[in-house]
């Protein structure tokens, strides 16, 4: 007899279990749900697991890379000292990368060897496709919208170039290698078609057969033939 | 003082969060690069607007920092912690602002087509991304729809149901039924980790 009771009470509180789990119930519904599971153990139980799921959700966010200087911006509102000096001068992330392409762009230039890490440095040569580094325009319909360089060595890495494109928003990077596998690099925020990052690259830069520009929806916006 | 150190880099969450609360700098400076593209990234597919999701990720991890020492994980994990914080703060400037949210069906497009995979992370091994990305993509669009307007954005049942032109009921259905079938694959995904 009582568990029939308790069972048409639990059923009552079915939908609001998950909607207080989600932290969306208000009011009186909120109150009343908030009463029985203080009684109940077995909704308490459903509560606890219903709300470890709800906390799930939002962890499946993409990340996203922030604008330039977030980092600096956000250390110095902390307080952290020396943030300048103590930064890694070789992202470990992709970056905003103006500043790191423009380098990148004249080292390619005059064929020099940037050091930008404390781990051996990428050899970068002047043609687009020797040392282990590969470079290619990013083509959308027909018409040069950016650039792709990619740099190997002991920790290969790669930037990318992006203007006058139809890319707007979130956009991912992905790179297909030669055995067709696709391998996917980052996801970035391209503002009115412009957009500049500097990433680590997790497989061999010869191995590259293209990189794409591809929106949320997978439609692929600019592609760079690399091999 | 102790003076042996693991690497940054190997520190848990947890860790990290237990060297900001008693003001160690590099753990700041590694809790910071570890998770500002999250935060970033939950805010911007939240907003849709780079400035405002700046705002908000900065935030959020100013309160993160000054919040580490009452992290209490017996409430959830570190990701959880830091996300809930960017979420709420990302809800606050959208009604501040009086401005139009991303669409969830935008949202749930980006979260299912990301596949982070850094191997330097080993201590985000395993994490809970992957299952919950796949068990939404799996979940009918319209009960998608309606848990990560509740779980994402913060609608009530009562909004869900106006917003979408269908009954009270039915949105609570939705919602009720879409956190089952995510529970049901986070607890697959468990049982299968621990076979392992």
């Known amino acids: ?227 | 003082m102790r003076q042996s150190r693991v690497a940054e880099g190997e520190l848990s969450d947890e860790g990290l969060l237990a060297g900001m609360a008693v003001g160690e700098q590099a753990a700041a400076v590694s809790f910071t690069r570890r998770y500002q593209r999250r935060v970033f990234g939950l805010a911007y597919s939240m907003t849709g607007d780079a400035g405002v999701a700046e705002d908000v990720a900065q935030e959020a991890m100013i309160r993160v920092w000054r919040h580490a020492p009452v992290f209490d994980p017996r409430r959830g994990s570190v990701a959880s912690w830091v996300l809930t914080i960017t979420r709420n703060l990302a809800i606050d400037a959208l009604r501040l602002r009086r401005a139009v949210p991303t669409d969830p069906d935008d949202f749930a497009a980006s979260a299912m087509r990301s596949n982070e995979h850094n191997p330097e992370d080993s201590v985000h091994r395993g994490d809970v991304r992957h299952t919950v990305r796949t068990a939404l993509e799996v979940l009918p669009e319209e009960q998608r729809r309606a848990v990560v307007l509740a779980a994402v954005y913060g609608r009530t049942a009562l909004e869900i149901s106006e917003a979408e032109g269908i009954p009270l009921g039915t949105a609570k259905t939705r919602i009720r039924t879409a956190l089952i079938r995510l529970r049901a694959a986070v607890e697959h995904a468990e049982g299968v980790n621990h076979e392992r």
């Open chain 1, 1 to 227: 007899m009582s568990d029939d009771i308790e069972e048409t009470g639990c059923d009552r509180f079915a939908d609001e279990l998950a909607e207080l789990a989600l932290g969306v119930l208000t009011g009186r519904d909120r109150a009343g749900a908030l009463s029985h599971v203080e009684s109940c153990p077995r909704c308490a139980e459903e509560l606890e697991q219903l709300s470890r799921v709800a906390d799930t959700v939002v962890q499946a966010a993409p990340e996203v890379e922030p604008p330039m200087g977030f980092e600096v911006r956000l250390f110095e509102r902390m307080g952290v000292a020396d943030v300048r000096a103590r930064r890694r001068l070789r992202p470990s992330r992709w970056v905003p990368a103006v500043a790191a392409a423009a380098a990148a762009a004249a080292a390619l230039a005059v064929g020099l060897s940037l050091s930008l890490s404390s781990s051996p440095a990428p050899t970068v040569a002047a043609q687009g496709h020797q040392n282990g580094v590969v470079s290619a325009n990013l083509v959308e319909s027909g018409e040069t919208v950016g650039h792709v360089v990619a740099f190997g060595g002991a920790r290969p890495w790669m930037s990318m170039m992006l203007a006058d494109s139809t890319a707007r928003g979130l956009v991912n990077c992905v790179v297909v290698t030669d055995d067709g596998v696709t391998h996917h690099v980052g996801t970035f925020v391209a503002q009115q078609g412009y957009g500049a990052w500097i990433a680590p690259l997790h497989v061999n830069p010869e191995d590259l057969r293209t990189a794409e520009v591809v929106s949320p929806s997978g439609t692929v916006i600019a592609t760079a033939t690399l091999g």
